[in-house]
C-alpha cells in the first residue's frame, strides 16, 4: 500500500504560479498528475520516471508546467507557471504500476485524494 498527499492547490490569478507537491508514504515508481475539470472526463497532465530522467507532458501544459521528484523524501511536485483559466480543475497525482511516464491512467495503481486548483481571469 502508499498513500498519496497532495498539498499546494488554491485560488490564482491568470499569469499566476502554483506548486503542487505530492508525498507519498515509501518510495515510488514512476508518477503522474492528472486533473478533472467539473463536466469532464478525468486528463493526463504530466508523467516522471522512478529516477526522474524521463517526462512526459500533455502539449497543453507543455512550456508551461514542470513535473520534479525528490527521492529522498518521497515527493513529487508540479510546477504551474502561466496559470489559464482552463487549467482549473481537482489535480490527482498518483502512482504507476511501471518505472517510465506514461499518459495512461489504467496503468496507475495510487491516486491522492485530489485538491482544487482554481485560477480566475
Known amino acids: 500500500q502508499v498513500q498519496l498527499v497532495e498539498s499546494g492547490g488554491g485560488l490564482v490569478q491568470a499569469g499566476g504560479s502554483l506548486r503542487l507537491s505530492c508525498a507519498a508514504s515509501?518510495?515510488?515508481?514512476?508518477m503522474g498528475w492528472f486533473r478533472q475539470a467539473p463536466g469532464k472526463e478525468r486528463e493526463f497532465v504530466a508523467a516522471i520516471s522512478w529516477s526522474g530522467g524521463r517526462t512526459y507532458y500533455e502539449d497543453s501544459v507543455k512550456g508551461r508546467f514542470t513535473i520534479s521528484r525528490d527521492n529522498a523524501k518521497n515527493t513529487v511536485y508540479l510546477q504551474m507557471n502561466s496559470l489559464k483559466p482552463e487549467d482549473t480543475a481537482v489535480y490527482y497525482c498518483?502512482?504507476?504500476?511501471?518505472?517510465?511516464?506514461?499518459?495512461?491512467?489504467?496503468?496507475?495503481?495510487?491516486w491522492g485524494q485530489g485538491l482544487q486548483v482554481t485560477v480566475s481571469s
Open positions: 515509501r518510495r515510488t515508481a514512476a
Open positions: 498518483a502512482m504507476a504500476t511501471i518505472l517510465v511516464p506514461t499518459p495512461t491512467p489504467e496503468q496507475y495503481d495510487y
